[in-house]
């Protein structure tokens, strides 16, 4: 199995940062269009164009850790899970993020893993500016087919 690793230090209160990734109301902000029940247990749509990421909300810790887990029509997603820790550290929060339980690495892996960076740099921005970029309004790292 192979694991995408990101972290980041937003300068934000832990619950600031914990709400923008656990409620549909912040993933939306900075990740992309998001419906769905936030509790454990519960099932997540995330909207890009016309195609929806499916997951299961696998673990969901107050103010300290998120899990999702994908399900249904995701491609080499298909049962990752996306996982996010949050440590407070002096002025900052550290946001840990694994991409996990890929099948393989792959190119597509790789760009995913640039996109994740793109993005928590969004959860960023959003939290210490109060404007992410979120999908479709990211960074685009490239202008073709990741493939």
């Known amino acids: 199995m192979a694991t995408i690793y990101h972290q980041v230090g937003i300068q934000a209160p832990l619950k600031t940062v914990y709400d923008a990734i656990a409620t549909t109301e912040g993933v939306t902000q900075w990740w992309t269009q998001t419906s769905g029940d936030t509790a454990q247990g519960g099932e997540l749509q995330f909207a890009f164009d016309d195609?929806?990421?499916r997951a299961t909300v696998s673990k969901n810790t107050p103010q300290h850790y998120v899990e999702w887990t994908v399900a249904g029509d995701a491609g080499e997603w298909l049962d990752t899970r996306i996982c996010f820790e949050l440590d407070q550290k002096e002025d900052q929060v550290m946001v840990?993020?694994?991409h996990a339980d890929w099948k393989q690495a792959s190119r597509f892996m790789g760009h995913c893993s640039t996109k994740w960076a793109v993005f928590l740099l969004s959860l960023k921005d959003y939290?210490?500016?109060?404007?992410?970029?979120p999908f479709p309004h990211d960074i685009h790292i490239n202008h073709t087919d990741f493939s």
């Open 127 to 133: 939290l210490e500016t109060g404007s992410g970029r």
């Open 51 to 53: 195609h929806i990421v």
């Open 96 to 98: 840990n993020f694994q």
